[in-house]
């Protein structure tokens, strides 16, 4: 099972981004998607999670600004970012639980897409 994120880049402080993580592979089911970040000289932290079922959960910095959203039948997640601020810039790790079967488990993480915010 892998996940491949895409949607980093480079963009204007007040900008937008979206967001991409396509998870494949030998996959039954995902339980929780989300994103965590890095920036340089900081530990990783949890942006926004969400259930298979839709509840979600955000960092205190980006409520109101950040929504994940997903596609079950793509096994996709997105996180839409707005009003982005210069401390948003880091890399962005997607996360998921994910069923091989209805008893086994494991956790899978993205190679990381790099957000950019220039001021």
Known sequence: ?????????????????????????????????????????????????????????????????FTISRDNAKNTVYLQMNSLKSEDAAIYYCNATVYRDPYTYFEVWGQGTLVTVSS
Do not use: H
């Open 1 to 65: 099972v892998q996940l491949v994120e895409s949607g980093g880049g480079l963009v204007q402080a007040g900008g937008s981004l979206r967001l991409s993580c396509a998870a494949s592979g030998n996959i039954f089911s995902i339980n929780a998607m989300g994103w965590y970040r890095q920036a340089p000289g900081k530990q990783r932290e949890l942006v926004a999670a969400i259930t298979s079922g839709g509840s979600t959960n955000y960092a205190d910095s980006v409520k109101g600004r």
